[in-house]
C-alpha cells in the first residue's frame, strides 16, 4: 500500500537528505522502496540462501487481565482533545462450558497493542494494516541489541545510534530486512512495579530507542522490524512519539513486549511474527516464535 | 497438562489395544507419551536435524465480519439445554482514530474459532488451553492430503484410512509429529455459498476427516496436528462430533479453515502456526505460515 501521503513523507526524507541529486530515475526508485520495503526477486521467495533451524524458541508473554500495558483498564486517558476508557487488558468471557454442554468457547476482546504484540503501520499513520503484511515480510533475520547493563541503572535508557555501531564493530552489519530488537531487561519485570518503573508524576518509565538509531537502521540498514521488550518504542525523552510516528509512517512495523530475548543469539536467528490476519487491524496479540 | 480425565482416556485406550501385554515398562512410557505428545531429547530441540527453507507461504484468510463462520451472527444456536446467540464474525470498533488524534486503535472482539483458527483441545475436553502449547509443538513438518476431486463430486466427502494409505504407498510414511492438513479445494469457496453448501434442511455440508483416519494418524503416525480448509473436522458423516471429541479429547489440536493448501508441497514444508498465547483460551484466530 502506497498512499499520497507515505509518498509525500518519502519524498520529504529524500529531498532533506539531498537525495535527489543523485538524479531522477535513482530518486524515484527510492521512492518506490519507500512504498515497498523489500525488493524481491520473484513471489514468496524470502532469501535466495536457504534458511536452517533445529530448534524453536517462543518470544511471547502469556496475555492475561493482570498483564501491564500502557494504559490502565477504567483508567481514562487523554489523546489531544479525546477522552478514552480503556477495558480490561483482555476480557475473556466463557460462553460455552464443557462442564454443561462438553464444548468451551470464549467471547475474547481487547483493545489492540497489549501483551506481546506488533505496532502495523496504520498505528501511527495512514499505512498499512495488519491483515497487509504480507507473510513473507513477517519471516526475518533476528538481531539482538543488549542494554541490559546501562538499562539496569537507568530505566529511561536508550538504544543510541553509538550502541548500534559498537553491536556492527563486534557482529558485523546488521543483517538486510532484519528485525532489530532491543533486550533492556523489562521482559523479566511483566510481574512487577518495575515494569513500569512510574516516575514521582506517575508516568511509566522505560528502556527505548533513540530517534537517532532509527533513521540509521532505517536508511542504512532496511531495517524491516524493530522489537522491544517494553511496551513503547519511545520512552519519556520522546513524548512525541518521534520513534513511532518515524518508523511506522514509513511503512515499518514492530513488536513490543517481546519475550525470552536472552534465549536467542545476538544475531543469527530467525523471527516468525505469527500476526492475526485481522481486516483493519491496527496491530495486536501475536505469537512470536524464534528459529534456531 | 495431564489431569486425570486425560490419563484415564490413555489408559482406555492402551487397554483397548491390549497393549499392555507389552508389559508395565512400556505401557507406562505409552501413558507418559499420551499426556506429552513429542518425546524430546532436550528442551526446544524440534528436531535433530535442521530444517531449511527460502520460501515462505500464508496459509492464512483474512478476517473481516463477511468471512463465513459455523454459526451465523444474530441466530440462536442450540446446545443441549443451552442456547447461545452469536455476536459478528469480529467486530473491529475504531476507538481511537487518525483522522482525529494521529494514532489508530481498534476494540477487537469475537467468538473463537472463526476465520482461520486453531482448536485447542480445550475445546472440546479439559484439556490444554492455547497458552499451554508450547512453541516447539506449533512448528510441525506439514502433509496435505488432497481430496479435492471427490469433494467437487460430494460436499460430504471425507478423508478416509484408505486415502491415507494411498498417500503414504505414494509418499511414505506421514512425518513423525506431523501436521497432516485436508485440501478439498474449500478454501477457493470463502466468497461464495458452496462453502457452506445448506443442504435442504438448511445444514452445512462441507468435506471433513473420517474418524478411522483419525484414530490411525493418531495411533500409528503421531500425528500432532491436522488441518482442513472447512469449518469443522467433522462434517454430517460424524453428528455427534467424533472427530472433535478423539482428536482434541487426546490432547492433539488442529486449525480450521486453512487457506492456500495448493501452494504448498505435498510433503516437505514446515508449518508454523502463530497462535496468539490468551490464556484460557479454547482456540482463535491466528497467523499460519509455511516454510518451504
Not at 483508567?75 to 462442564?99: C, D, N, Q, S, Y
Request: a neutral charge; one cysteine or more.
Amino acid at each position: 500500500m502506497c498512499n499520497p501521503s507515505i509518498i509525500e513523507k518519502v519524498r520529504k526524507r529524500i529531498s532533506r537528505r539531498n537525495l535527489l541529486k543523485v538524479g531522477a530515475t535513482s530518486a524515484a526508485g527510492i521512492l518506490a522502496s519507500g512504498c515497498k520495503s523489500i525488493p524481491k526477486s520473484k513471489p514468496n521467495e524470502i532469501t535466495p540462501e536457504s534458511i536452517s533451524f533445529n530448534q524453536v524458541v517462543d518470544l511471547t508473554h502469556t496475555l492475561h487481565p493482570e498483564f501491564p500495558a500502557w494504559f490502565t483498564p477504567g483508567v481514562e486517558r487523554k489523546f489531544g482533545t479525546k477522552t478514552f476508557l480503556p477495558p480490561a487488558i483482555v476480557e475473556v468471557e466463557r460462553v460455552m462450558k464443557f462442564e454443561e454442554i462438553k464444548i468451551n468457547l470464549n467471547k475474547i476482546s481487547y483493545w489492540e497493542h497489549v501483551g506481546t504484540h506488533m505496532d502495523a503501520p496504520s498505528h501511527f499513520s495512514e499505512g498499512s494494516t495488519v491483515d497487509k503484511i504480507r507473510a513473507e515480510d513477517l519471516v526475518l533475520p533476528l538481531a539482538v541489541i543488549d542494554i541490559k547493563a546501562k538499562a539496569e541503572r537507568d530505566p529511561l535508557a536508550l538504544v543510541t545510534l553509538e550502541d548500534i555501531k559498537n553491536w556492527e564493530a563486534k557482529n558485523g552489519p546488521i543483517p538486510q530486512r532484519a528485525c532489530l530488537a532491543m533486550n533492556s531487561g523489562w521482559a523479566n519485570h511483566v510481574k512487577t512495579p518495575k515494569f513500569k518503573s512510574l516516575n514521582s508524576e506517575g508516568k511509566h518509565q522505560q528502556p527505548a530507542f533513540h530517534i537517532d538509531a532509527i533513521e540509521f537502521i532505517k536508511e542504512e540498514r532496511n531495517v524491516v522490524s524493530i522489537a522491544v521488550d517494553t511496551f513503547s518504542f519511545d520512552n519519556l525523552h520522546s513524548p512525541e512519539n518521534d520513534v513511532h510516528y518515524s518508523w511506522l509512517g514509513d511503512e515499518r512495523w514492530g513488536i513490543e513486549i517481546i519475550n525470552n530475548l536472552d534465549e536467542v543469539p545476538v544475531v543469527g536467528a530467525t523471527i516468525v511474527v505469527g500476526q492475526p490476519k485481522i481486516q483493519g487491524g491496527s496491530g495486536g496479540p501475536n505469537r512470536v516464535i524464534a528459529l534456531i
